[in-house]
C-alpha cells in the first residue's frame, strides 16, 4: 500500500515562508521524480515543481525564484520550501509519486499516487 503524509501546511502572513514535507512508503517508484501541486478554491489543479531521483528540478513560472523543492533519497521525501509567499499562493498543496518512469513532470497524469493535501493560507 502506497501512502504520501504530508506535512508542514499552515496559516502565514504574506512574505513569511513555511517548508512543506512529503514522506512516501510502500511500492512507489523511489528512483522516479515526485511533485508538489496546488489546488485553490474555484481553480483547477496546477503544478508547482518537481524534482528528479538526480535531483533536477522544475518549477511553474509563477513560484520561480520564491519557492526551492529538494529530496532525501534515503528517507523517501522530498521538500518544499516556500518563500516570500502571496495570498493568491492560498491553497492545498499535494504531494505526488509515480509507479515508473515517465519523461514527462509537469502534468498531474504523469503521477500515480496523491498524498491528502496540506493547506497553505497565506493572509495579506
Known amino acids: 500500500q502506497v501512502q504520501l503524509v504530508e506535512s508542514g501546511g499552515g496559516l502565514v502572513q504574506a512574505g513569511g515562508s513555511l517548508r512543506l514535507s512529503c514522506a512516501a512508503s510502500?511500492?512507489?517508484?523511489?528512483?522516479?521524480?515526485m511533485g508538489w501541486f496546488r489546488q485553490a478554491p474555484g481553480k483547477e489543479r496546477e503544478f508547482v515543481a518537481a524534482i528528479r531521483w538526480s535531483g533536477t528540478t522544475y518549477y511553474a513560472d509563477s513560484v520561480k525564484g520564491r519557492f526551492a523543492i529538494s529530496r532525501d533519497n534515503a528517507k523517501n521525501t522530498i521538500y518544499l520550501k516556500v518563500n516570500s509567499l502571496k495570498p493568491e499562493d492560498t491553497a492545498v498543496y499535494y504531494c505526488?509519486?509515480?509507479?515508473?518512469?515517465?519523461?514527462?513532470?509537469?502534468?498531474?497524469?504523469?503521477?500515480?499516487?496523491w498524498g491528502q493535501g496540506t493547506q497553505v493560507t497565506v493572509s495579506s
Open positions: 510502500g511500492r512507489t517508484c523511489s528512483t522516479c521524480a
Open positions: 505526488a509519486a509515480r509507479s515508473r518512469l515517465r519523461n514527462g513532470v509537469r502534468s498531474g497524469d504523469e503521477y500515480d499516487y
